[in-house]
C-alpha cells in the first residue's frame, strides 16, 4: 500500500470480527515497527504491554476499560502503551534539558504509537487508541512498573466494520507561514 494511502485510509475501528484472532508474530511485526520511531536522545522509553490470550483480553476488557470502550474493544488484542517516566527530556543528572521535561517520553511514545497503528493498517489490521482506562488496575494487572507511565490501551484486531473518514481540517486553517 502506498503511505499516503495508508495515511487516508487508516482510520479508528469500533467494532472487531472475533472469530479472526492476532498472533503473537503480527504483534512482534507490529511493535518492531513502533520501535523504529525516533526519540529524545535516542531513549527509546516506550513499552507495550500485549494482551492477546481470549482468557486476559476479557479480564483487561472488562475489568479496566469503561463500559463504551470495553464494548468497542470487543475480539480485539488489547496493547498497554507506557513510557519510563524521568528519562527522556532529561539530563544525565537528572535536570529536564527544556520547560517540558517528562513530556518527551509522552511525546516520544505517540511518535511511536503511529508506527504501531499505521503498521497495523498495513497489515490489515484495525486499531483503536482509548486513553480512559483504569491504570492502576492494569497496572497491577500487567505488574507494570511504577517508573512507567501508563497512556492509553490501544485495541488490535481485524475490522468488523469500515468506518467512515471523518473531515480534515485544511493546511490553511492550522498552520502558519511565514
Known sequence: MEFQQLLEERRSVRKYDGSKKVSKE??????????????WKNSQTARYYCVISEE????????????????????????????????????????PDNEVGDGWGCYDLG???ENLILKAKE??????????????????????????KVMAVIALGYSDVKPQKPARKSPEEIARFY
Open 26 to 39: 503480527t504483534v512482534c511485526e507490529i511493535i518492531n515497527a513502533a520501535i523504529q520511531a525516533p526519540s
Open 111 to 113: 511518535l511511536a504509537n
Open 56 to 95: 486476559m483480553t476479557e479480564k483487561i476488557r472488562t475489568e479496566c476499560l469503561p463500559g463504551f470502550n470495553a464494548d468497542r474493544a470487543q475480539g480485539a488484542a488489547l496493547i498497554v502503551t507506557t513510557y519510563v517516566s524521568g528519562v527522556a527530556g532529561f539530563n544525565a543528572d537528572g535536570v
Open 123 to 148: 497489515l490489515g489490521l484495525g486499531t483503536l487508541i482509548m486513553g480512559l482506562r483504569d491504570s492502576g488496575k492494569l497496572r497491577e494487572m500487567l505488574s507494570i512498573p511504577e517508573n512507567e
